[in-house]
């Protein structure tokens, strides 16, 4: 558009130039045929360039169809590269939806008796970590208690005297069972 106004005004420019010189030639009177063969010869030109420009402009006009078609596939295009970034993202979003929800996705601790693993959910991990501190806090309470019973007895474990049953229990019962 810019190359097309600057030949324009390059026409004007020689134009005033070649009309200049045929005024300066038929005012001396002489060379004014050679003068008016270059004015018209860059009329001729000038004609030719703004002809060359109409078709151009009748060509587009002609092809504004297809160029109407053509934006309108580009704004298609536009639309369904946009979807298909949705879909894109929906997708990934979807697969760690799915990761998250399948529980032999995530890696667990925790094994069964011939060592598979088995996964459990975050509420089941919980619980089991409450209960192993609650059994953990009653194990030390019972082995404080036991060592505390054995320091209190001096350091007896069982006074042989408390044991129920046995040889010596049975020697009384066959006693007081003979009158004796």
């Known amino acids: ?5 600057q030949k324009l005004d390059d026409f004007a420019a020689e134009f005033k130039e ?13 060379g004014a045929a050679v003068a008016q063969t270059r004015v018209d010869d860059v009329l001729r030109r000038w004609r030719a360039f703004v002809n060359g420009l109409e078709r151009q402009t009748e060509a587009a006009i002609a092809q504004d169809g297809v160029m109407t078609r053509l934006s309108e596939l580009l704004t298609e295009a536009e639309e ?9 993202s929906e997708a990934g979003t979807r697969a760690d939806q799915a990761d998250s929800l399948n529980p032999k996705v995530r890696a667990s601790p925790y094994t069964n008796i011939m060592w598979l693993q088995r996964t459990f959910r975050s509420s089941t991990r ?3 970590l409450i209960a192993s501190v609650v059994f953990a806090v009653l194990a030390v309470a019972a082995l ?5 019973r054995v320091m209190s007895a001096g350091g007896e474990l069982v ?3 408390a044991m129920v049953g046995g040889a010596a ?5 066959v006693r007081f069972a003979d009158g004796v």
């Open 159 to 161: 006074r042989p005297g």
């Open 1 to 5: 558009m810019a190359a097309n106004q």
């Open 169 to 173: 229990a049975t020697a009384k019962k």
């Open 144 to 148: 404080g208690f036991l060592v505390w």
């Open 18 to 30: 070649a009309q200049a010189s045929w005024r300066s030639a038929v005012m001396a009177g002489s």
């Open 80 to 88: 369904q590269r946009a979807v298909l970034a949705r879909l894109q």
């Open 126 to 128: 919980t619980a089991i």
